[in-house]
């Protein structure tokens, strides 16, 4: 059974509940937040890379090399190449949950606020970067973009 912590929980010793404070602390932190951003996105991507490499050798469309290679050959391949697509996708979810959620956080600390202006911010930052390599339109059109889903998934979290 779980106790809640209220601070003046007497059934808690003084050492607890300064763990339990420090747990806290830890959580808040914008570095705890970022890292565990990027561990979940990490894993999410792998998932989602695995799902959508299968789809590629569903359909009719498969490739001719592949069809006259041996049962043993073909799922070697089949599966050397979802996990290559597996690894790529949990690396681009991880960086890019990583960029959103630590720009987030240092912006809502910097703010001392916790709103909708956050979000967009955070999102037109993260879509920024993603695109500076293409050039300055790639960058707006990424950030507004990003900014632009960012306060559609924030509005439809937070809507009362």
Not at 30 to 43: H, L, P, Q, R, Y
Not at 149 to 157: R, T
Request: aromatic share 10%; hydrophobic share 45%.
């Amino acid at each position: 059974m779980s106790i809640p912590f209220n601070g003046q929980n007497s059934q808690m010793s003084p050492q607890e509940q300064e763990t339990i404070k420090m747990m806290h602390a830890a959580m808040e932190s914008c570095v705890v937040k970022t890292a565990m951003s990027g561990a979940a996105g990490f894993v999410m991507g792998g998932a989602f890379g695995l799902f959508m490499s299968s789809f590629e050798y569903a359909g009719p469309m498969m490739n001719e090399d592949l069809v006259k290679q041996t049962t043993k050959q073909q799922i070697k391949h089949v599966f050397k190449d979802m996990g290559t697509r597996a690894w790529s996708m949990a690396k681009n979810f991880g960086v890019v949950g990583m960029i959103y959620s630590g720009s987030e956080c240092c912006i809502e600390s910097y703010r001392a606020k916790n709103d909708l202006y956050n979000s967009v911010a955070a999102g037109a930052f993260t879509g920024g970067l993603l695109a500076a390599k293409a050039g300055p339109q790639a960058m707006a059109l990424g950030a507004g973009g990003f900014a632009a889903f960012s306060a559609g998934i924030d509005w439809y979290m937070h809507r009362d």
